[in-house]
């Protein structure tokens, strides 16, 4: 299986190239990414748990979903078809405020993402892929908040990164 292709990006998110995601990862290279926050109507968000065995931030706790765009693929087309491999349903999204933050990690590679965040609405259960996802929870947003200022660990440092700078862009209401 050929390895998946991150889009390589500027600092005004215009695409300068493709490369294999490991590679990028490994000279945290500036590349392409997305951040799905899907809330309930009861204005709680969706979290995942990432899959034990994933290659970097294994079993921690993050948003709803994320990954990669495709090349000639929309964010809002990325956002839907990452939802459905991970958490196994599809919802409407729409795109909301993108930023740039890097991130290394212990086993050598680095995060440094021009991120979109995507946010969508889905009252659900999900059917999580276990290849991706080790479990799932909905929590309040100030719940999630204060369990990150006391179980920092616990949690991606996109998530961290989001929830700190971009809290507002987020918290949706009804």
């Known amino acids: 299986m050929k390895e998946e292709q991150v889009i390589l990006v500027n600092e005004k998110d215009e695409q300068i190239g493709l490369m294999p995601k490991m590679e990028a990862h490994e000279k945290a290279l500036l590349h392409r990414a997305f ?3 899907v809330f309930n109507d009861k204005n709680e968000l969706m979290l995942q748990q990432r899959a034990l065995h994933k290659y970097h931030t294994p079993g921690l706790w993050t948003n709803t979903c994320c990954s990669h765009q495709r ?3 929309s964010n809002i087309e990325a956002g839907k078809r990452r939802l459905m491999e991970e958490m196994g349903f599809v919802t409407e999204l729409e795109e909301s405020i993108s930023f740039i933050y890097k991130a290394p990690f212990d086993n050598g590679l680095t995060e440094h993402e021009y ?3 995507l946010l969508g609405k889905y009252s659900g259960e999900p059917n999580i892929n276990p ?3 080790a479990a799932w929870k ?3 947003l100030e719940d999630v908040k204060t369990d990150i200022a006391k179980n920092s660990e616990n949690y991606t440092a996109w998530f961290k990164v989001i929830f700190d700078k971009f809290y507002e ?3 949706i209401k009804q």
Request: hydrophobic residues 45%.
């Open 115 to 117: 991120d979109h965040i």
């Open 138 to 140: 909905w929590m309040a």
């Open 131 to 133: 290849d991706e996802v």
């Open 71 to 73: 090349e000639g693929e």
């Open 35 to 37: 951040s799905v926050f």
């Open 169 to 171: 862009h987020i918290n």
